[in-house]
Every structure is written in C-alpha cells, then in structure tokens.
C-alpha cells in the first residue's frame, strides 16, 4: 500500500487518485491508492428536436436562477436568430417556443453567457443585415412555460465580427465576449459588458491577438479569477494558443500568449475543470493528420505557469469542436464531427490528472450526420446537454443528454471520509475511518443515518450499490460506520 502513516487515531492517510473534496466519501483502489465517490462515465438520452427549422451556430448555457438550459440558434426558414429554453429531467429535455431575439434579418456566430449577478442571459452576435456589426441581447426566462423574452439590441463593435464567444465573470459581474475583428485585420478582440435589466452596455473593445485569429473561446477560471482565452494564431503559423484576461471596470488586460507545442490548428473548444482547476483546450490538429487534440494548462495570475503534452482524443479529422466540463462526473466532455465517419456527431469523455496530464475513453456517436454542436452542463440536474444541427433529419435543431451511468463504489471499497481540506491528484489524504467522527458536513439531521450515493454525495436512502456511510450526530458531525 502506498501510504503515508496516520498521524493520529481513527485517521488513515494514502495518496489521492483524483481529486478529492472536503468531506467527501472515499474508497480504496486496488493500486494502494483511494479516490472520490463518483459516477465515472456517462451515457446518452433520447433525441429530442427543440426547432424543426434547419439549426445553425447552435450554442447553450445554463440559467441557474430558473434552472434551465437557453440554446441560441439561427432560424434556417428565416434566418433569424433565435433562442430556445428547456428543461432537464432525467435523460430527456422539454423544450418551449422558441423565440427571435434578432427577427431583422440574418444573425451569426453567436456566443451566450449567464449573468448570475443579474440573472439574465446574454447572446451575441454577428448582424449581416446591418454592416457586420457585433451586437448583444439580454434575455429574461421564465421557468413556468420555458419562454424566453429580450430586451434592446446592442452594438459592441462596428467592425465586421465573426467568431464569437462569451463568458460570465463572477468576480466582477461582468460579461466579456471575444471575437475576430475582420474589420480590424482580424484581430482577436475583446469587449467587457455590462447587464442593467434588460439592457446591456460595452467598454472599449481591446486586442489580445495583434493578428489574424480565429475560433477564439473564452471561458472563466473561478479559481485564479480571471478570463482565458483560447484560440488559432493565424499569424503565428496557425499555432493553437491561450492568453489570460484581467476585467477591471469595464477594461480589460491580457497577459503573453502562451502556443501549443504544434503547429497547424483550426477549431477551438475551451473548458475549465473546476475540480483540478485546470483549463482545457481542444483543437483539431493540422499538423498531425487534422487528428482531435487537447492540451491542459493551468493559470497563476495573468499568466499560465504551464501546459501538458498534447494528446489525440480522435484519430479522425473533426470539425465543430466544443468541449464543457461535466462537474457531478468530474470530466470534461468534448463533442464534435467526425469528418472520417460520415459527419457523425461525436463525443469523448476527459480525464484530467497530474502534471496537466489527460486521458480519454473511446468515442462515441451521438448521431449520425451532425454540423453547429454547442455544449452546456446543467448543475442543477447535474446533465451535460449536447445541441446540434441534425444534417440527417431535415437540418432540425436537436439535443441530446449525457447523463453519469457508472459508479466506482462497490459493497467493499468505501473506506470513510476525506477530511482536513480538499486534496489534488497525488497528494496525501486524510481520512476519517469508521468509529471516528468526521466534522466536515453540512445540513445533516441528528440521530439519522446516512448512505453513500453513487454521485459521491450522502443521502437517506441507499442508492443501488448500497453502502451505509454513517450516522449524523449533529448538522456537521458524522460517525463513520461501514
């Protein structure tokens, strides 16, 4: 057994494979080493088709306030751009009407963040009817009939923007959306936003890529409180490449631009693994067969201190990359077309480990001829959602659920609960084993005994792999048993 000797009675120290949270239940691996309660892979749900108009530039994002998923799409009948608001239960999404949040004319390249400070969400994108301008909308949801209803129209930039993204920054309640300047050389550009109701204002749009850009993400690092952007430099032989921003006021700043150690990229899907505080960048490689890649950084301040070796996660040349983290399984999911088979609609589980390392399981078909994937998780029903245009079914827009279908919990393996603080892959882990009391919970009910679940969390009746965890003794106080 790799382990480190306990410091004291009732607790047992090992080295963590995985991360490991506060408070959580641990089992032991075969290796010596112990791990997090998880469910360890995911599984699809049904189709279910949220417009029956050809679906392009298909992006999502979750409302936490209302607890629904918004996918901003173009309306292939009339070009418009609209949105669409679900529900997820289970392994299906009920969808409502949908609703044009740019009826003038033809709307592209959209991005979509949610404000949880103002609890709106907010599209952007390209008007082609009104020179090529970057404008944005606010959107209210209303949760009792799954609508959706926006504010004013908004120009951010009035160069020609294309490629477009947006993020939320809870650490200064801002929006910040990124795009490709094609009015300005086609620059990586960034603009900083704010949300007052329904309305929406910009700062000045400021340049993280002095060259030609495309495919820039950007997403948001709660950790290091900062905004990344990911993207392919253009003017740097096509190197897929990362930069840090810093939102002050309405301003931001970028730190220096850090390349992957290939060149040739095209596509971008960007993730933040909040559970290793890491980033996750996905490309498809020029330089190596137009194979699907990714590469793991992690930020200190503006800069990124490091990124791990890039690894092929598709074999096959692959288009319209997006890539989300998965919180409840702990994986970053990354789905995009498998040009190789067809325009299948693909996706791939992640697994983030020591030394900004990543492994990934077998790919698998979502369906059968697929363009525009967007990617979203739902934190309140703990699903990932996958919307894509269904080139096989009339261009519909589609969606899909990826659900956790395995445990790693057996009857024997739980062996008590983490304590003393939250641990990273390969670090020494605390834990409290039976007899000991953990104090480490939250909202527990005295005098009740609890189960492990199979998501790693405890509850009252015992999941289907069933393992009795303890019995409370106070809101936060445990008495691990087996």
Known sequence: MRTVPPTEKGKYRAIASGAIANGKPVIANSAGTVSAVAETTLSLGS???????????????????????????KNGSNSNGTATVGSVSGTS???????????????????IAFDSNSNKIVIAYRDTTDSNKGKAVVGTVDPSDNSISFGS????????AVYIDACFDSSTNKVVI??????NSGHGTAVVATVSGTSISFGTPVVFNNANTHFPRCVYDSDQQRVV????????????????????????????EIRVSVTGGDYVGLAYDSTNQRIVMAYHDDSNSSYGTAVVGDVNNTEFNSLGT?????????????????????????????????????????????SNSISFNTPATFNTNTEYIGLGYDSNAERTVISYK???DGDDGTARILRNASQNITTENYIGIATGGSYADGQSVTVDVVGTVNADQTSLTAGQQYFVQGDGTLGLTADSTSVFAGTAISATELIVKE
């Open 153 to 160: 129209e908004a120009t951010f930039t009035t160069n020609n």
């Open 229 to 256: 952007f990911g993207y392919i430099d253009l003017g740097n032989s096509y190197y897929p490449s990362l930069c840090v921003g810093t939102v002050s006021g309405t301003s931001i700043s970028f730190g220096s």
């Open 93 to 111: 999404v009920t969808f409502g009407t949908t609703v044009a949040f740019d009826s003038s004319g033809e709307a592209e390249f959209y991005g």
């Open 310 to 354: 890039p690894v092929v996660f598709a074999s096959a040349d692959n288009q319209y990359i997006d890539a989300v983290f998965d919180a409840s399984a702990g994986v970053v999911v990354i789905a995009y077309r498998d040009v190789d088979n067809s325009n299948a609609g693909t996706y791939v589980i992640g697994t983030v480990g020591s």
């Open 390 to 392: 269904d080139a096989g």
């Open 47 to 73: 189709e279910t088709e949220y417009s029956s108009d050809a679906s392009n530039y298909n992006r999502v994002a979750f409302d936490s306030n209302s607890n629904r998923i918004v996918i901003a799409h």
């Open 178 to 183: 990124s795009y490709t300047d094609f009015g």
